[in-house]
């Protein structure tokens, strides 16, 4: 568990991003908040990249070949304006989906020894990957993980402390409980997919449907939800709370 001391610094938690299927302006949306912000430290929920070529279930043939998908993810986090340049010290929680190559090599009996590590795979030496992240805040400590329960305030009751998860897609809000001796709250941050994506069909008819956002953490320790309004053509409206 890596902890990290954010007392009086501003924090982006970064929602799900699933390169290279993420929303069309998910960078643009991102840089925005950096600049209006003063982001200080800057976190990803996970499932960075998608892997839905070497997924577990069944894979649409009109998606991207394995080694396609890996290669256009790798260009797109190395793009102008991309995730790399943009947040070149990202701490990344492990994922579902961002451990897929690892999963499945585990599962194919093939020993971990002989793979790249994620930098190597990403080129990007300098972003590191933990499985979960306390912060220290001026508020008290926030437990950060991809997603272990949607429940209402149950990670947050389980830790005894406040929670931000990533992995639940239609769950982007703050709830606050409250007892004799603390305060916490329980916060979800949406995702930067893109819902159009075949790589999401599963979820077009859901209820309730994908909410794009993220979350930043004041100096003072307290959560807001930066939501990324979409207008009816589906792009951003390029406007920030």
């Known amino acids: 568990m890596k902890t990290i001391n954010a007392k009086g610094k501003?924090?982006?938690?970064?929602?799900?991003?699933?390169?290279?299927?993420?929303?069309?302006?998910?960078?643009?949306?991102?840089?925005?908040?950096?600049?209006?912000?003063?982001?200080?430290?800057?976190?990803?929920?996970?499932?960075?990249?998608?892997?839905?070529?070497?997924?577990?279930?069944?894979?649409?043939s009109e998606l991207f070949s394995a080694g396609h998908e890996l290669e256009r993810s790798i260009e797109i986090i190395h793009q102008k304006d991309g995730l790399y340049e943009l947040f070149e010290d990202l701490m990344l929680l492990e994922s579902n989906?961002?451990?897929?190559?690892?999963?499945?090599?585990?599962?194919?009996?093939?020993?971990?020894?002989?793979?790249?590590?994620?930098?190597?795979?990403?080129?990007?030496?300098?972003?590191?990957?933990?499985?979960?992240?306390?912060?220290?805040?001026?508020?008290?400590?926030?437990?950060?993980?991809?997603?272990?329960?949607?429940?209402?305030?149950?990670?947050?009751?389980?830790?005894?402390?406040?929670?931000?998860?990533?992995?639940?897609?239609?769950?982007?809000?703050?709830?606050?409980?409250?007892?004799?001796?603390?305060?916490?709250?329980n916060a979800f941050s949406g995702c930067l997919i893109d819902q159009k994506s075949l790589a999401f069909a599963y979820s077009r008819t859901n209820l309730p449907q994908v909410i794009h956002g993220s979350i930043v953490i004041s100096k003072e320790g307290y959560p807001r939800l930066i939501k990324m309004n979409l207008k009816k053509n589906g792009r951003w409206d390029g406007n920030l709370p």
């Open 10 to 60: 501003r924090v982006l938690f970064i929602g799900d991003l699933h390169i290279p299927y993420m929303h069309k302006d998910a960078f643009k949306f991102l840089k925005a908040i950096k600049k209006k912000y003063k982001i200080d430290i800057t976190i990803c929920a996970g499932d960075e990249v998608d892997g839905q070529s070497i997924s577990f279930h069944n894979t649409d």
């Open 97 to 185: 989906h961002g451990s897929l190559h690892l999963r499945k090599a585990k599962a194919d009996g093939l020993p971990i020894h002989y793979l790249k590590s994620y930098q190597d795979i990403y080129e990007t030496p300098r972003w590191n990957w933990y499985d979960d992240i306390i912060l220290k805040t001026k508020l008290g400590d926030v437990y950060l993980c991809h997603g272990k329960s949607s429940m209402y305030n149950k990670q947050a009751r389980e830790m005894g402390m406040s929670c931000i998860q990533g992995h639940f897609h239609s769950k982007f809000e703050v709830t606050w409980s409250k007892t004799a001796l603390s305060e916490r709250f």
